[in-house]
């Protein structure tokens, strides 16, 4: 009888948070615009998620079945592996199943909230809103704002979505005119391509975050600001404090501070990098992948406690650069022979001039924005690290002039986090 009353109450509180939550107007016009950006419409994209966030919701609820979270984070994993889902190196990840649609972003998100005992049925329509799991950041919360006045988040919240078009759409989708590079093996082509798709992947997925949360902000929600300026770094620890910061705060609280309560630094970092990796996909090149940041996390923090902090920003962009090598390549055999490094000269200069000319014009936009970040990171404007130096008026005046100036069909625009 108990039981039967403690579901009667259950089902009442998922029916109410449903159909009066005011985030079910957000979650309704995130599917129109997904609808009308993509052209096409497919009821199970939107139900699925919402039906096993739902259902999750209610077991979590009734029944607190102990170590969900793992089991939750992990599925993408398991999908990957099975290969129903695509692995995160950069390519279009979208799952060939619909059922599958977003899983890894509301999955993680599940898992997060769960960790922090805040997973109810209130969360059902954040962590199921279809406009994030095409792109991110992990629901881990969502935040009212709508007391601020429309014309107030107009004008704080829209220089994000001009800011975010320009990165996405301008910088990022003719750089994919680059991409043929990614089987040539000798070192300088290698390690060239390696840094264009390091730009490629953080415009296009920055892009979109800091699209997502102007459109939210519009709407009256605050979401996770996904990036921080990573590249404003003086280090690889400041630089993942600054990159996909919602993923990142899933990672530190369901592996970083369980380990780290009873095990040494190193073993709390290879747990989190080692998840991570899982996490993208469950392939050779991203076990070395998390492998080769834990150690160099690790170093950095020694060598920082030295009170030495010009070793570590000489070693960043190689970091980075080796980093970004590993990550793109699922091809085992070409990865290795990337990684012998062999040198056949200087041939790839050659290469890219045979790209069209918005591609370098992006490469070049997007080499100016990584030096802006990095140059002047210790000036005022740059402190709170949330783009405020390209939303000053001017800023957004060149942005909207250069947009209008290099429009182009050139490149692919898809996202590189996204739908799967």
Not at 33 to 45: H, N, Q, R, T
Not at 242 to 266: E, M
Request: with cysteine; net charge positive; charged share 15%.
């Amino acid at each position: 009888m108990k039981s039967n009353r403690l579901m009667e109450r259950s089902t009442k509180e998922c029916r109410d948070s449903l159909i009066f939550n005011p985030i079910l107007h957000v979650w309704v016009l995130s599917c129109a615009i997904l609808v009308a950006v993509s052209g096409s419409f497919d009821v199970k994209k939107f139900l699925v998620p919402l039906l096993v966030v739902s259902t999750f919701a209610f077991l979590n609820t009734a029944y607190k079945i102990r170590h969900t979270q793992y089991l939750l984070f992990f599925s993408i994993s398991f999908a990957s592996l099975l290969g129903f889902t695509e692995t995160l190196t950069g390519s279009h990840a979208e799952s060939s199943n619909i059922l599958l649609y977003g899983l890894s972003f509301y999955t993680a998100s599940m898992a997060y909230l769960i960790a922090q005992n805040k997973f109810n049925y209130q969360s059902i329509l954040s962590v199921s809103n279809p406009l994030l799991l095409s792109t991110g950041p992990i629901a881990l919360y969502f935040k009212r704002v709508s007391y601020k006045s429309l014309r107030r988040r107009i004008e704080y919240y829209v220089p994000f979505i001009i800011v975010g078009t320009f990165m996405f759409q301008i910088v990022g989708s003719p750089l994919t005119e680059f991409f043929f590079l990614i089987d040539k093996v000798d070192i300088v082509s290698s390690l060239t391509f390696a840094a264009i798709f390091e730009l490629f992947v953080y415009v296009n997925f920055c892009g979109l975050s800091l699209l997502i949360y102007g459109v939210f902000g519009v709407f009256g929600f605050r979401i996770p600001l996904n990036f921080k300026q990573p590249f404003s770094s003086s280090n690889i620890v400041e630089f993942w404090r600054g990159w996909h910061t919602s993923l990142s705060q899933v990672l530190k609280v369901l592996f970083y501070n369980p380990i780290r309560k009873k095990h040494s630094l190193l073993s709390a970092l290879f747990g989190v990098y080692v998840a991570s990796a899982m996490w993208h996909g469950v392939t050779f090149n991203f076990l070395l992948w998390g492998l080769f940041h834990a150690l160099c996390f690790w170093i950095t923090i020694k060598i920082l406690k030295q009170k030495n902090s010009l070793i570590p920003l000489i070693l960043l962009p190689f970091i980075i650069v080796i980093g970004r090598l590993i990550f793109v390549d699922s091809d085992t055999t070409r990865l290795l022979d990337k990684l012998a490094f062999p040198f056949d000269g200087f041939g790839v200069l050659t290469l890219l001039t045979s790209v069209p000319l918005h591609s370098l014009v992006s490469l070049l936009f997007g080499m100016s924005l990584i030096a802006c970040e990095f140059m002047f990171k210790k000036t005022k404007i740059m402190q709170k690290r949330n783009y405020k130096f390209m939303r000053t008026p001017f800023s957004l005046l060149l942005l909207c002039v250069l947009g209008i100036l290099f429009a182009s069909n050139v490149g692919v625009g898809y996202a590189v986090y996204g739908q799967r």
